[in-house]
C-alpha cells in the first residue's frame, strides 16, 4: 500500500513538473486534482472544524450529541442564529434572481473584519515598528561601547528617515532632500530584495522537498531489481 501512495505522489508531481516543458493534458490533470481535491479538504474541515461546533452545537446542542457529546449538554445560545442567516446569504450568491442578498452579508463581514482587526494591527504593525525605530543610535550595554550596535542603529534610523522622505511629496526631491530620496529608494529595494529572496528559497524548500521524495520513489523503484 505504501508503494502504491509513492507511485502516484511521484506521477502527479513529475505531471505537474511537466509544465516546464510546455502546457500538456497532465499538468491540467493534476492541477484540477490538487484543486478539486484541496476544495473538498477545506469544505470538510470548514463543516466539522467551524459549523457543527460553532453553530448546530450553539443553536441547537442536541443535534451534535453523536459527534460532539461534549457540548450537546450546554446551553442554546440562540444569538448564533444572527451569523447563521449572514452565511446562508452568502450563498444566495450562487441564485442568480436573488444574488443581490449575499452583499449585505459580505458588507457587515468586511466591515466587522476591517473594524476588528484595524485596532489589532494598529497596536502590532504600525505602533509597534514605530516603537521599534525609535532606539538609541549610540549603543552602550553592561560591557560598555558596541561598535556593531551602533553602527546597525545608524543604518536603521538611516534608513527609516531616508525610506520616509521618499514618500514625502510636498516638496520638490532636490538637492540634499532628493540625496536623501535616493537612498531611501535603495534601502526600499533592498527591503523588497530581502522579502523575494526569502519567498523564493520558501519555495526551493518545496522544490527540495519534492526532489526529495522522487529520490524516494526511485529507492522503491530500485527495490525491485535488487
Given at each position: 500500500m505504501y508503494g502504491l501512495q509513492v507511485w502516484i505522489g511521484a506521477l502527479l508531481t513529475l505531471m505537474i513538473f511537466s509544465f516546464l516543458?510546455?502546457?500538456?493534458?497532465?499538468?491540467?490533470?493534476?492541477?484540477?486534482?490538487?484543486?478539486?481535491?484541496?476544495?473538498?479538504?477545506?469544505?470538510?474541515?470548514?463543516?466539522?472544524?467551524?459549523?457543527?461546533p460553532n453553530m448546530l452545537a450553539k443553536i441547537h446542542p442536541p443535534l451534535v450529541r453523536n459527534v460532539l457529546p461534549a457540548l450537546a449538554t450546554a446551553e442554546p445560545e440562540f444569538h448564533y442564529i444572527i451569523p447563521c442567516i449572514l452565511g446562508i446569504l452568502l450563498l444566495t450568491r450562487l441564485i442568480t434572481p436573488i444574488a443581490w442578498?449575499?452583499?449585505?452579508?459580505?458588507?457587515?463581514?468586511?466591515?466587522?473584519t476591517a473594524g476588528v482587526r484595524f485596532s489589532r494591527y494598529l497596536q502590532s504593525d504600525f505602533i509597534g515598528q514605530i516603537k521599534s525605530s525609535l532606539i538609541p543610535i549610540i549603543s552602550v550595554g553592561d560591557g560598555g561601547?558596541?561598535?556593531?550596535?551602533?553602527?546597525?542603529?545608524?543604518?536603521?534610523?538611516?534608513?527609516?528617515?531616508?525610506?520616509?522622505?521618499?514618500?514625502?511629496?510636498?516638496k520638490e526631491h532636490k538637492g540634499a532632500f532628493g540625496a536623501a530620496s535616493r537612498v531611501g529608494i535603495y534601502i526600499l529595494m533592498v527591503t523588497f530584495g530581502a522579502s523575494?529572496?526569502?519567498?523564493?528559497?520558501?519555495?526551493?524548500?518545496?522544490?527540495?522537498?519534492?526532489?526529495?521524495?522522487?529520490?524516494?520513489?526511485?529507492?522503491?523503484?530500485?527495490?525491485?531489481?535488487?
Open positions: 516543458y510546455k502546457d500538456n493534458p497532465f499538468y491540467k490533470f493534476a492541477e484540477h486534482l490538487f484543486v478539486g481535491v484541496s476544495a473538498a479538504y477545506w469544505m470538510v474541515v470548514g463543516v466539522w472544524g467551524t459549523m457543527v442578498l449575499s452583499r449585505w452579508a459580505l458588507a457587515f463581514i468586511i466591515g466587522y561601547f558596541s561598535i556593531g550596535m551602533t553602527f546597525s542603529h545608524i543604518v536603521l534610523t538611516v534608513g527609516v528617515v531616508c525610506g520616509l522622505i521618499y514618500f514625502f511629496f510636498s523575494f529572496g526569502y519567498t523564493v528559497m520558501a519555495r526551493i524548500s518545496l522544490l527540495i522537498g519534492r526532489m526529495s521524495f522522487l529520490g524516494e520513489w526511485l529507492g522503491v523503484i530500485a527495490g525491485w531489481f535488487s
